[in-house]
């Protein structure tokens, strides 16, 4: 018999960690070895477990009073790394989403999720395999291009752009030179002031940046 995949419930409501361990019970490969109430009781129950207790994958309510679930996974993740978690919640804000995935969560789905789903997410967790449904992989994507557009991005004028532009397509300061038809003093201020506004150190992090924004191969 395949061994059983180690489960731990977080979530502050008792009624959702009953209807959890109800589903997980039905299934043979899974078994609950622990449960708390919030993050911080979560940290202080994995301290106290035996080394064959601890859990493979944790299942973590986002929203919780003491501490939240993606501090709670920021802190865990950081001291047990064998340890999978999966953000379970009723909640698809977007920035939470990126907050989670950013905490070191493995996947995150929505409480709306059928059990068969969950054992799925469960089991593809403890293998280290993201689950995500479309709703969430699109929250997601925006969350993160959300991200790139803060302001910040505004700070950097239309030639500042398109010299960006050129320096991600990898063009010279010679080749910036001839296409921008300005000098290339002015192009080497241009990179210069790049830099510093972007906070990085070379061409090659210039380049990665603005493919990273969407800006690579475009000319504002």
């Not at 940046?209 to 690579?216: D, F, I, L, P, V």
Request: with cysteine.
């Amino acid at each position: 018999m395949k061994q059983q995949v180690k489960v731990m419930l977080v979530d502050d409501h008792d009624m959702v960690r009953v209807g959890l361990r109800t589903y997980i019970m039905l299934e043979e490969e899974l078994t609950v070895v622990a449960e708390a109430a919030n993050g911080h009781e979560a940290l202080r129950t994995l301290e106290g477990l035996d080394a064959e207790k601890v859990p493979d994958v944790i299942l973590m309510d986002l929203t919780m009073p003491v501490m939240d679930g993606i501090e709670a996974t920021r802190q865990i993740t950081q001291q047990h790394a064998s340890i999978k978690i999966i953000m379970l919640t009723s909640f698809l804000e977007e920035d939470k989403v990126v907050q989670a995935i950013e905490a070191g969560a493995v996947s995150y789905v929505l409480k709306t999720i059928s059990s068969d789903q969950l054992a799925l997410a469960i089991k593809g967790a403890a293998d280290g395999m993201p689950v995500m449904n479309p709703e969430v992989s699109l929250a997601l994507t925006r969350g993160l291009r959300q991200r790139s557009a803060q302001p910040g991005d505004e700070h950097l004028t239309s030639r500042e752009r398109e010299v960006l532009a050129l320096i991600s397509d990898g063009k010279s300061n010679k080749d910036i030179s001839e296409e921008l038809h300005i000098s290339i003093k002015t192009v080497k201020t241009h990179v210069s002031n790049l830099l510093m506004k972007c906070e990085l150190e070379d061409r090659t992090q210039l380049a990665i940046y603005a493919h990273r924004k969407g800006w690579a191969g475009t000319k504002a």
